[in-house]
Protein backbone atom coordinates (compact mmCIF):
# COMPACT_ATOMS: atom_id res chain seq x y z
CA UNK A 1 0.00 0.00 0.00
CA UNK A 2 3.42 2.14 -0.31
CA UNK A 3 3.17 3.15 3.15
CA UNK A 4 -0.34 4.55 3.20
CA UNK A 5 -2.12 4.55 6.52
CA UNK A 6 -5.64 3.12 4.95
CA UNK A 7 -8.52 4.06 6.69
CA UNK A 8 -11.25 3.95 4.44
CA UNK A 9 -12.21 -0.46 4.53
CA UNK A 10 -16.07 0.68 4.30
CA UNK A 11 -15.24 1.36 1.03
CA UNK A 12 -13.27 -1.43 -0.27
CA UNK A 13 -10.38 -4.01 1.19
CA UNK A 14 -7.74 -5.42 -0.30
CA UNK A 15 -7.93 -8.95 -1.83
CA UNK A 16 -6.09 -11.34 0.68
CA UNK A 17 -3.53 -12.93 -0.70
CA UNK A 18 -5.25 -16.16 0.27
CA UNK A 19 -8.49 -15.53 -1.37
CA UNK A 20 -6.08 -14.48 -4.71
CA UNK A 21 -4.59 -18.22 -4.24
CA UNK A 22 -7.76 -20.02 -4.30
CA UNK A 23 -9.03 -17.72 -7.41
CA UNK A 24 -5.64 -18.00 -9.82
CA UNK A 25 -6.62 -21.64 -10.86
CA UNK A 26 -10.10 -20.23 -12.24
CA UNK A 27 -8.86 -17.80 -14.50
CA UNK A 28 -6.03 -19.94 -16.18
CA UNK A 29 -6.42 -23.89 -15.32
CA UNK A 30 -9.88 -24.53 -14.62
CA UNK A 31 -11.15 -22.03 -16.89
CA UNK A 32 -14.59 -23.86 -18.02
CA UNK A 33 -18.18 -23.12 -18.11
CA UNK A 34 -20.42 -24.29 -15.38
CA UNK A 35 -23.37 -25.44 -17.20
CA UNK A 36 -20.34 -27.69 -19.78
CA UNK A 37 -21.02 -31.99 -19.10
CA UNK A 38 -17.37 -32.02 -19.84
CA UNK A 39 -14.67 -32.27 -17.17
CA UNK A 40 -13.38 -28.50 -16.81
CA UNK A 41 -17.08 -27.86 -16.88
CA UNK A 42 -17.69 -30.16 -14.40
CA UNK A 43 -14.92 -29.06 -12.30
CA UNK A 44 -16.14 -25.17 -12.27
CA UNK A 45 -19.57 -26.47 -11.69
CA UNK A 46 -17.83 -28.11 -8.64
CA UNK A 47 -15.79 -25.52 -7.46
CA UNK A 48 -19.27 -23.20 -7.42
CA UNK A 49 -21.49 -25.64 -5.83
CA UNK A 50 -18.44 -26.57 -3.02
CA UNK A 51 -18.64 -22.15 -2.65
CA UNK A 52 -22.55 -22.38 -1.75
CA UNK A 53 -22.03 -24.93 0.91
CA UNK A 54 -18.97 -22.73 2.78
CA UNK A 55 -21.41 -19.75 2.31
CA UNK A 56 -24.30 -21.45 3.65
CA UNK A 57 -22.82 -22.62 6.46
CA UNK A 58 -21.55 -19.37 7.43
CA UNK A 59 -25.10 -18.15 7.03
CA UNK A 60 -26.48 -21.16 8.55
CA UNK A 61 -29.29 -21.91 6.10
CA UNK A 62 -29.71 -24.14 3.64
CA UNK A 63 -27.43 -24.66 0.36
CA UNK A 64 -29.93 -24.02 -2.35
CA UNK A 65 -30.99 -20.45 -0.17
CA UNK A 66 -27.87 -18.88 -1.78
CA UNK A 67 -27.54 -16.97 -4.84
CA UNK A 68 -24.82 -14.89 -6.86
CA UNK A 69 -24.85 -11.87 -8.44
CA UNK A 70 -22.94 -9.37 -9.99
CA UNK A 71 -22.57 -6.76 -6.52
CA UNK A 72 -23.71 -6.17 -3.59
CA UNK A 73 -25.89 -3.56 -5.07
CA UNK A 74 -27.42 -6.42 -7.49
CA UNK A 75 -28.47 -8.77 -4.97
CA UNK A 76 -29.99 -5.72 -3.07
CA UNK A 77 -32.18 -4.83 -6.29
CA UNK A 78 -33.02 -8.44 -6.56
CA UNK A 79 -34.03 -8.84 -3.28
CA UNK A 80 -35.95 -5.62 -3.06
CA UNK A 81 -37.86 -5.27 -6.80
CA UNK A 82 -37.68 -9.26 -7.37
CA UNK A 83 -39.77 -9.82 -4.04
CA UNK A 84 -42.24 -6.39 -5.12
CA UNK A 85 -42.69 -7.89 -9.07
CA UNK A 86 -43.78 -11.12 -7.93
CA UNK A 87 -46.45 -10.26 -5.16
CA UNK A 88 -48.53 -7.73 -7.03
CA UNK A 89 -49.69 -11.45 -9.40
CA UNK A 90 -49.40 -13.41 -6.23
CA UNK A 91 -51.75 -11.30 -4.42
CA UNK A 92 -54.33 -10.16 -6.87
CA UNK A 93 -53.50 -6.64 -6.07
CA UNK A 94 -52.45 -3.96 -7.85
CA UNK A 95 -49.14 -2.09 -6.67
CA UNK A 96 -51.08 1.09 -5.16
CA UNK A 97 -52.41 -1.46 -2.57
CA UNK A 98 -48.97 -2.68 -1.61
CA UNK A 99 -47.49 -1.25 1.26
CA UNK A 100 -43.69 -1.12 1.94
CA UNK A 101 -41.08 0.57 4.99
CA UNK A 102 -37.43 1.31 4.89
CA UNK A 103 -35.52 4.09 7.03
CA UNK A 104 -33.96 7.34 5.51
CA UNK A 105 -30.42 6.02 6.32
CA UNK A 106 -30.15 3.09 4.16
CA UNK A 107 -27.53 2.58 1.04
CA UNK A 108 -28.62 4.14 -1.65
CA UNK A 109 -28.51 0.47 -3.27
CA UNK A 110 -31.93 0.31 -1.00
CA UNK A 111 -33.09 3.72 -1.20
CA UNK A 112 -32.94 3.76 -5.27
CA UNK A 113 -35.13 0.82 -5.69
CA UNK A 114 -37.72 1.63 -2.86
CA UNK A 115 -38.00 5.18 -4.89
CA UNK A 116 -38.30 3.69 -8.29
CA UNK A 117 -41.34 1.26 -6.75
CA UNK A 118 -42.69 4.43 -4.91
CA UNK A 119 -42.74 5.85 -8.76
CA UNK A 120 -43.93 2.98 -9.73
CA UNK A 121 -47.68 3.32 -7.60
CA UNK A 122 -46.13 1.25 -4.40
CA UNK A 123 -46.98 2.77 -0.82
CA UNK A 124 -43.55 3.30 0.66
CA UNK A 125 -42.83 4.96 4.04
CA UNK A 126 -38.93 6.06 5.11
CA UNK A 127 -38.90 5.76 8.94
CA UNK A 128 -36.60 8.45 10.44
CA UNK A 129 -34.00 7.53 13.05
CA UNK A 130 -33.04 8.65 16.05
CA UNK A 131 -29.94 11.01 16.38
CA UNK A 132 -27.86 8.00 16.52
CA UNK A 133 -28.97 6.59 13.54
CA UNK A 134 -31.12 3.91 15.46
CA UNK A 135 -34.40 2.49 14.13
CA UNK A 136 -36.89 2.81 17.00
CA UNK A 137 -38.58 -1.08 16.90
CA UNK A 138 -41.99 0.53 18.07
CA UNK A 139 -41.71 3.16 15.13
CA UNK A 140 -41.69 0.82 13.01
CA UNK A 141 -44.20 -1.20 14.25
CA UNK A 142 -46.45 1.86 14.15
CA UNK A 143 -45.92 2.12 10.46
CA UNK A 144 -47.39 -1.42 9.58
CA UNK A 145 -50.29 -0.80 7.92
CA UNK A 146 -52.68 -4.11 7.03
CA UNK A 147 -51.23 -3.64 3.21
CA UNK A 148 -47.58 -3.90 4.16
CA UNK A 149 -45.94 -6.99 2.89
CA UNK A 150 -42.22 -5.90 2.77
CA UNK A 151 -39.44 -4.07 4.80
CA UNK A 152 -35.63 -3.45 4.57
CA UNK A 153 -33.54 -2.56 7.42
CA UNK A 154 -29.58 -2.73 6.78
CA UNK A 155 -27.70 -4.63 9.49
CA UNK A 156 -24.68 -1.57 10.12
CA UNK A 157 -24.57 1.62 8.80
CA UNK A 158 -21.84 1.86 5.80
CA UNK A 159 -21.15 6.09 6.92
CA UNK A 160 -21.82 6.09 10.63
CA UNK A 161 -21.43 2.35 11.53
CA UNK A 162 -24.61 2.14 13.86
CA UNK A 163 -25.87 -1.65 14.26
CA UNK A 164 -29.81 -1.81 13.95
CA UNK A 165 -32.07 -3.84 16.02
CA UNK A 166 -32.02 -6.86 13.31
CA UNK A 167 -34.05 -9.52 15.44
CA UNK A 168 -36.17 -7.51 17.05
CA UNK A 169 -37.41 -5.70 13.75
CA UNK A 170 -37.85 -9.21 11.74
CA UNK A 171 -39.58 -10.93 14.99
CA UNK A 172 -41.91 -7.57 14.43
CA UNK A 173 -42.07 -7.87 10.52
CA UNK A 174 -43.12 -11.74 11.10
CA UNK A 175 -45.91 -11.51 13.45
CA UNK A 176 -47.56 -9.34 10.52
CA UNK A 177 -46.75 -11.01 7.72
CA UNK A 178 -44.05 -8.92 6.28
CA UNK A 179 -41.07 -9.87 4.46
CA UNK A 180 -37.56 -8.25 5.76
CA UNK A 181 -34.80 -8.37 3.66
CA UNK A 182 -31.30 -6.27 4.96
CA UNK A 183 -27.88 -4.87 3.17
CA UNK A 184 -25.17 -6.95 5.34
CA UNK A 185 -22.39 -5.75 3.53
CA UNK A 186 -20.90 -3.59 6.21
CA UNK A 187 -21.45 -6.10 8.57
CA UNK A 188 -19.85 -9.23 7.17
CA UNK A 189 -16.49 -10.20 8.92
CA UNK A 190 -17.75 -7.87 12.07
CA UNK A 191 -21.39 -9.23 13.23
CA UNK A 192 -23.04 -12.40 13.76
CA UNK A 193 -24.30 -13.57 10.15
CA UNK A 194 -26.37 -16.42 11.42
CA UNK A 195 -29.68 -15.69 9.34
CA UNK A 196 -31.54 -18.27 11.82
CA UNK A 197 -30.84 -16.42 14.99
CA UNK A 198 -31.17 -12.72 12.59
CA UNK A 199 -34.99 -13.93 11.17
CA UNK A 200 -34.34 -12.36 8.19
CA UNK A 201 -35.76 -13.61 5.12
CA UNK A 202 -33.40 -12.15 2.52
CA UNK A 203 -29.84 -11.02 3.20
CA UNK A 204 -26.96 -9.23 1.11
CA UNK A 205 -23.14 -9.67 0.80
CA UNK A 206 -20.48 -8.39 -1.21
CA UNK A 207 -16.59 -9.29 -1.71
CA UNK A 208 -15.38 -5.86 -1.64
CA UNK A 209 -15.71 -5.64 2.25
CA UNK A 210 -14.13 -8.90 2.99
CA UNK A 211 -10.92 -9.15 1.65
CA UNK A 212 -12.44 -10.43 -1.70
CA UNK A 213 -12.60 -9.71 -5.01
CA UNK A 214 -14.97 -6.66 -6.30
CA UNK A 215 -17.89 -7.49 -8.79
CA UNK A 216 -19.36 -10.15 -6.51
CA UNK A 217 -23.09 -10.30 -4.68
CA UNK A 218 -24.36 -12.88 -2.85
CA UNK A 219 -28.31 -13.08 -1.72
CA UNK A 220 -29.79 -15.27 0.81
CA UNK A 221 -33.65 -16.33 -0.05
CA UNK A 222 -35.41 -17.93 2.35
CA UNK A 223 -37.16 -20.72 0.73
CA UNK A 224 -40.69 -19.29 1.50
CA UNK A 225 -40.18 -15.71 -0.44
CA UNK A 226 -40.51 -15.94 -4.27
CA UNK A 227 -38.85 -13.66 -6.76
CA UNK A 228 -39.31 -12.69 -9.76
CA UNK A 229 -35.71 -12.42 -11.21
CA UNK A 230 -33.90 -9.08 -13.29
CA UNK A 231 -32.32 -10.47 -16.09
CA UNK A 232 -33.57 -12.83 -18.12
CA UNK A 233 -30.89 -15.34 -20.45
CA UNK A 234 -29.70 -18.68 -19.57
CA UNK A 235 -31.47 -19.79 -16.31
CA UNK A 236 -28.57 -20.20 -14.19
CA UNK A 237 -28.79 -19.65 -10.26
CA UNK A 238 -32.12 -21.35 -10.61
CA UNK A 239 -33.35 -18.99 -13.43
CA UNK A 240 -32.98 -15.72 -10.42
CA UNK A 241 -29.67 -14.83 -12.02
CA UNK A 242 -29.66 -15.92 -15.47
CA UNK A 243 -25.38 -15.25 -17.00
CA UNK A 244 -22.58 -17.51 -16.75
CA UNK A 245 -21.23 -17.64 -13.53
CA UNK A 246 -18.25 -15.54 -12.42
CA UNK A 247 -16.39 -19.09 -11.34
CA UNK A 248 -13.11 -17.08 -9.95
CA UNK A 249 -14.89 -14.51 -7.98
CA UNK A 250 -17.54 -17.00 -6.35
CA UNK A 251 -14.77 -19.40 -4.96
CA UNK A 252 -13.06 -16.03 -4.27
CA UNK A 253 -15.75 -14.38 -2.05
CA UNK A 254 -16.60 -17.83 -0.40
CA UNK A 255 -13.10 -18.26 1.03
CA UNK A 256 -13.11 -14.76 2.44
CA UNK A 257 -16.38 -14.94 4.18
CA UNK A 258 -14.65 -18.14 5.63
CA UNK A 259 -11.33 -16.41 6.83
CA UNK A 260 -13.29 -13.23 7.90
CA UNK A 261 -15.72 -15.42 9.83
CA UNK A 262 -12.65 -17.49 11.35
CA UNK A 263 -11.17 -14.29 12.86
CA UNK A 264 -14.58 -12.12 13.42
CA UNK A 265 -14.33 -12.20 17.49
CA UNK A 266 -10.80 -11.34 17.39
CA UNK A 267 -10.35 -8.97 15.28
CA UNK A 268 -13.96 -7.29 15.90
CA UNK A 269 -11.72 -6.97 19.98
CA UNK A 270 -9.00 -5.32 18.68
CA UNK A 271 -10.48 -3.20 16.23
CA UNK A 272 -12.84 -1.54 18.87
CA UNK A 273 -9.83 -1.31 20.88
CA UNK A 274 -7.99 0.80 18.22
CA UNK A 275 -11.78 2.87 17.61
CA UNK A 276 -12.46 3.68 21.01
CA UNK A 277 -8.65 5.16 21.04
CA UNK A 278 -8.67 6.71 18.06
CA UNK A 279 -12.32 8.32 19.27
CA UNK A 280 -11.81 9.45 22.52
CA UNK A 281 -7.99 10.94 21.65
CA UNK A 282 -9.08 13.16 18.71
CA UNK A 283 -12.31 14.09 20.67
CA UNK A 284 -10.14 15.12 23.60
CA UNK A 285 -7.44 17.18 21.33
CA UNK A 286 -9.61 18.77 19.01
CA UNK A 287 -12.22 20.60 20.26
CA UNK A 288 -16.02 21.14 19.55
CA UNK A 289 -15.88 17.58 17.87
CA UNK A 290 -18.50 15.12 18.07
CA UNK A 291 -19.24 11.39 17.40
CA UNK A 292 -21.85 10.70 14.64
CA UNK A 293 -23.85 7.53 15.21
CA UNK A 294 -24.22 5.90 18.39
CA UNK A 295 -21.35 5.53 20.64
CA UNK A 296 -20.83 1.93 21.86
CA UNK A 297 -23.40 -0.06 19.46
CA UNK A 298 -21.67 0.53 16.37
CA UNK A 299 -19.03 -1.54 14.12
CA UNK A 300 -15.96 -2.25 15.92
CA UNK A 301 -13.84 -0.68 13.03
CA UNK A 302 -15.88 2.58 12.23
CA UNK A 303 -15.45 6.13 13.55
CA UNK A 304 -17.27 8.71 12.04
CA UNK A 305 -16.66 12.43 13.55
CA UNK A 306 -17.96 15.89 13.38
CA UNK A 307 -15.58 17.89 13.40
CA UNK A 308 -17.35 21.90 13.52
CA UNK A 309 -15.77 24.87 11.41
CA UNK A 310 -14.44 23.13 8.38
CA UNK A 311 -14.91 21.21 5.29
CA UNK A 312 -14.26 17.75 5.43
CA UNK A 313 -12.99 17.33 1.79
CA UNK A 314 -10.08 19.86 2.88
CA UNK A 315 -9.28 17.83 5.49
CA UNK A 316 -9.24 14.51 3.47
CA UNK A 317 -6.33 16.28 1.09
CA UNK A 318 -4.14 17.35 3.93
CA UNK A 319 -4.34 14.03 5.31
CA UNK A 320 -3.62 12.18 1.82
CA UNK A 321 -0.39 14.35 1.59
CA UNK A 322 0.54 12.74 5.28
CA UNK A 323 -0.26 9.39 3.44
CA UNK A 324 -3.63 8.71 5.96
CA UNK A 325 -6.74 7.48 3.38
CA UNK A 326 -10.32 8.58 4.80
CA UNK A 327 -13.05 9.07 3.72
CA UNK A 328 -16.64 11.62 4.42
CA UNK A 329 -19.40 9.37 3.59
CA UNK A 330 -19.69 6.51 1.15
CA UNK A 331 -17.34 6.34 -2.06
CA UNK A 332 -20.33 5.61 -3.94
CA UNK A 333 -20.59 9.59 -4.17
CA UNK A 334 -17.01 10.51 -3.88
CA UNK A 335 -17.67 12.80 -6.78
CA UNK A 336 -21.01 14.27 -5.07
CA UNK A 337 -20.70 17.73 -3.07
CA UNK A 338 -24.21 16.96 -1.63
CA UNK A 339 -24.38 16.21 2.13
CA UNK A 340 -24.48 12.75 3.29
CA UNK A 341 -28.58 12.01 3.56
CA UNK A 342 -27.29 9.33 6.43
CA UNK A 343 -25.98 12.51 8.02
CA UNK A 344 -28.66 14.92 7.75
CA UNK A 345 -30.90 11.77 8.70
CA UNK A 346 -30.05 12.78 12.25
CA UNK A 347 -30.86 15.69 12.32
CA UNK A 348 -27.88 17.63 11.48
CA UNK A 349 -27.80 21.10 9.72
CA UNK A 350 -25.86 20.90 6.41
CA UNK A 351 -23.39 23.68 6.97
CA UNK A 352 -22.08 20.98 9.99
CA UNK A 353 -22.32 17.84 8.44
CA UNK A 354 -19.62 18.98 5.49
CA UNK A 355 -17.08 19.11 8.71
CA UNK A 356 -17.55 14.99 9.22
CA UNK A 357 -14.71 12.38 8.42
CA UNK A 358 -14.90 8.56 8.34
CA UNK A 359 -12.12 6.29 9.41
CA UNK A 360 -12.75 2.51 8.97
CA UNK A 361 -10.00 0.29 9.90
CA UNK A 362 -9.32 -3.07 8.61
CA UNK A 363 -7.40 -6.16 9.41
CA UNK A 364 -3.82 -4.47 8.73
CA UNK A 365 -4.52 -1.19 10.84
CA UNK A 366 -1.99 -0.68 13.39
CA UNK A 367 -1.78 1.34 16.76
CA UNK A 368 1.19 2.83 15.04
CA UNK A 369 -1.41 3.42 12.20
CA UNK A 370 -3.72 5.10 14.71
CA UNK A 371 -1.17 7.03 16.92
CA UNK A 372 0.02 9.08 13.69
CA UNK A 373 -3.96 10.17 13.14
CA UNK A 374 -4.05 11.23 16.68
CA UNK A 375 -0.57 13.25 16.16
CA UNK A 376 -1.52 14.79 12.80
CA UNK A 377 -5.10 15.36 13.20
CA UNK A 378 -5.39 18.42 15.58
CA UNK A 379 -2.36 20.10 13.41
CA UNK A 380 -4.96 20.11 9.83
CA UNK A 381 -7.86 20.96 12.01
CA UNK A 382 -6.27 24.02 13.48
CA UNK A 383 -4.77 24.91 9.86
CA UNK A 384 -8.11 24.52 8.41
CA UNK A 385 -10.11 26.50 11.19
CA UNK A 386 -7.75 29.48 11.00
CA UNK A 387 -8.53 29.34 7.33
CA UNK A 388 -12.30 28.70 6.97
CA UNK A 389 -14.90 31.18 6.90
CA UNK A 390 -17.24 28.42 8.45
CA UNK A 391 -18.70 29.25 12.56
CA UNK A 392 -21.34 27.07 13.51
CA UNK A 393 -23.24 27.78 16.80
CA UNK A 394 -22.98 24.67 19.09
CA UNK A 395 -26.62 25.52 20.92
CA UNK A 396 -28.40 24.46 17.27
CA UNK A 397 -26.87 21.09 16.91
CA UNK A 398 -28.82 19.61 20.29
CA UNK A 399 -25.37 17.51 20.55
Not at 101 to 122: C, M, R, S, W
Amino acid sequence: MNNTVYLDHAATTYVDPKVLEVMLPFFKEEYGNPGSIYKKGRCAKEAVEDSRSTIAKILNCKFDEVFFAGSGTESDNLAILGTMYYLPKFLQKEPKDLHIITNTTEHDAVLQPFKHLEKEGYQVTYLEVDKTGMVDPEAFEKAIRPETVFASVMYANNEIGTIQPLAELTKIAHEHDIIFHTDACQAAGYLDLDTAKLGVDLLTLNGSKVYGPKGIGILYKSKNVKLKPLIYGGGQEKGFRSGTENVPFIVGIAKALEIAEESREKESARLTLLRDKLTNELIKKIPRTYINGHPTNRLPNNINLLILDIEGEALLLYLDEKGIAASTGSACHSKNLDPSHVLLALGLPKDAVHGSIRFTMGKETTEEDIDKVIELMPKIVDQLRDISPIKIDEKKLGL
